[in-house]
Every structure is written in structure tokens, then in C-alpha cells.
């Protein structure tokens, strides 16, 4: 059974940082690109990062850049996201998701897990 937990969001001031995690298993970790994305409140789920199978390359959509850090720990079975600069506009559901997000369609077919809350507020 294929298996994608998400940790670490929580509550911040802009500005603020928070480090998400998402252990795997189930299946190849390390046979399989992955993914964060993140769905606000009345908005579409949108991809945040993207990593490859051995992390050598990673992406990340424009409204992230210069914020956002997706890394993975293969031995571990687990990918992360670090989130710095926090903005209002970050404030989301964020998902661990199996795959290289930008080329799935719809983007609501992706794999992904339960997800963890980010809030950004003041």
C-alpha cells in the first residue's frame, strides 16, 4: 500500500520559516520523481516543487523561487520542502505527491497524501 505522511506545517507570522516532511513508503522511493503541492481555500491545486528521482534536479513554480527549497533523503524514504519568507498568500493544505507534477493531467489525478496545513498570518 502505497503510503505518503506529511509533517511539519503549522502556524507563522510573514516572514516566518517552517520545514515540511514527507515519509514514504509503499513503493520505489528512490525509482520516482515527487512532488509538493498545495491547494488554498476556494483556489485549484497548484504544484509548488518538483524533484527528481536522485534530487540532481529540482524546480520550482514562479511564486515560490528564491523562497522554497525541495530536497529528498533516499535513504529514509522521505522528501522535504523548506519554506523561508513566508507570505499570507503561502497559507494552504501542502501535499507530498508521487510524480513530476507539472507534466500530470489533471493535476488532481496525482497520488498524493493527506497533506499539512500551513497558515501564514500576522
Known amino acids: 500500500e502505497v503510503q505518503l505522511v506529511e509533517s511539519g506545517g503549522g502556524s507563522v507570522q510573514p516572514g516566518g520559516s517552517l520545514r515540511l516532511s514527507c515519509s514514504v513508503s509503499?513503493?520505489?522511493?528512490?525509482?520516482?520523481?515527487m512532488s509538493w503541492v498545495r491547494q488554498a481555500p476556494g483556489k485549484a491545486l497548484e504544484w509548488v516543487s518538483v524533484?527528481?528521482?536522485?534530487?540532481?534536479?529540482?524546480v520550482n513554480a514562479d511564486s515560490v523561487k528564491g523562497r522554497f527549497t525541495i530536497s529528498r533523503d533516499n535513504a529514509k524514504n522521505t522528501l522535504y520542502l523548506q519554506l523561508n519568507s513566508l507570505k499570507t498568500e503561502d497559507t494552504a493544505m501542502y501535499y507530498c505527491?508521487?510524480?513530476?507534477?507539472?507534466?500530470?493531467?489533471?493535476?488532481?489525478?496525482?497520488?498524493r497524501g493527506q497533506g499539512t496545513q500551513v497558515t501564514v498570518s500576522s
Open positions: 505527491a508521487r510524480g513530476w507534477a507539472p507534466t500530470i493531467r489533471p493535476l488532481e489525478a496525482i497520488s
Open positions: 524533484i527528481s528521482e536522485r534530487g540532481f534536479s529540482t
Open positions: 509503499g513503493f520505489d522511493f528512490s525509482s520516482d520523481a
